[in-house]
């Protein structure tokens, strides 16, 4: 299993990015998660196999939208309204493909793409 995350750069705070995860084979239940400097890694945001169900962090939630194309193989993220602590690594996930729905715990995904960096100035 092969994941591919994209999308970051340098925005200023009150704005927007999306980031993309692009997936091989076959469909997963997915989740980003980031990693700030100097802190450990922490969940963002988890969405099912089927993309029906979605869950946050609630440092995120109603700023960031999770959202996948199963048919296409992707994930995104849309990250609105940013701040200044958002700047991270961001790195997609993916869990086994017998399960249908995401999870909060880094621990439950085996599969890991390589990081994209988000950098919100102030």
């Known amino acids: 299993v092969q994941l591919q995350a994209s999308g970051g750069g340098l925005v200023q705070a009150g704005g927007s990015l999306r980031l993309s995860c692009l997936t091989s084979?076959?469909?997963?239940?997915l989740g980003w998660f980031r990693q700030a400097p100097g802190k450990n890694r922490e969940f963002v945001a988890s969405?099912?196999?089927?993309?029906?169900?979605?869950s946050y962090s609630d440092s995120v939630k109603g700023r960031f939208t999770i959202s996948k194309d199963n048919a296409k193989n992707t994930m995104s993220l849309q990250m609105n309204s940013l701040k200044p602590e958002d700047t991270a690594v961001y790195y997609c996930?993916?869990?086994?493909?017998?399960?249908?729905?995401?999870?909060?715990?880094?621990?439950?995904?085996?599969?890991w793409g390589q990081g994209t960096l988000v950098t919100v100035s102030s």
């Open positions: 996930a993916a869990r086994e493909a017998s399960y249908l729905t995401g999870s909060s715990r880094d621990t439950d995904y085996p599969y």
């Open positions: 084979g076959r469909t997963f239940a």
């Open positions: 969405i099912s196999r089927s993309g029906a169900v979605t």
